[in-house]
């Protein structure tokens, strides 16, 4: 599914997604990304939703986002409050959501200038 149809080369946008991967300003990526507005994408050592740890969250605080949108994959799970308390600590919000949903949360957000983090899993 397409997101977006311009191509922007100062901000990190979503321009499409599908269950195997993520595509960030037109550019593909087919594992777990992390994406802010003006950083590059860069992998996040993430395969599966059951294998992840607070080391995980801890590597996403050291950007100091104000808000986390947590790409799930095809469904919105949640995780436990002891793996994001290096955020909780920080009054960083972190939302869960399905992938979709999350990449469209993420361009929202971004576009209004505020300094989020989307963590997407890509199993």
Known sequence: ???HTS????????????????????????YSVLVMPETPPR???VTRFEDLTAEHFE?????MPDVVVLGTG???RFVHPRLIASLSGKQVGVE???S???CRTYNILMGEGRKVTLALIIE
Request: proline share 2%; aromatic share 10%.
């Open 59 to 63: 590597q996403i605080a050291l950007d």
């Open 1 to 3: 599914m397409k997101l």
């Open 43 to 45: 992998p996040w050592n």
């Open 100 to 102: 979709h949903a999350a």
């Open 7 to 30: 191509n922007t080369e100062k901000y990190q946008t979503v321009t499409g997604y599908d269950q195997s991967g993520v595509e960030i300003n037109a550019r593909r990526y087919d």
């Open 74 to 76: 095809e469904r919105q």
């Open 96 to 98: 869960s959501m399905d």
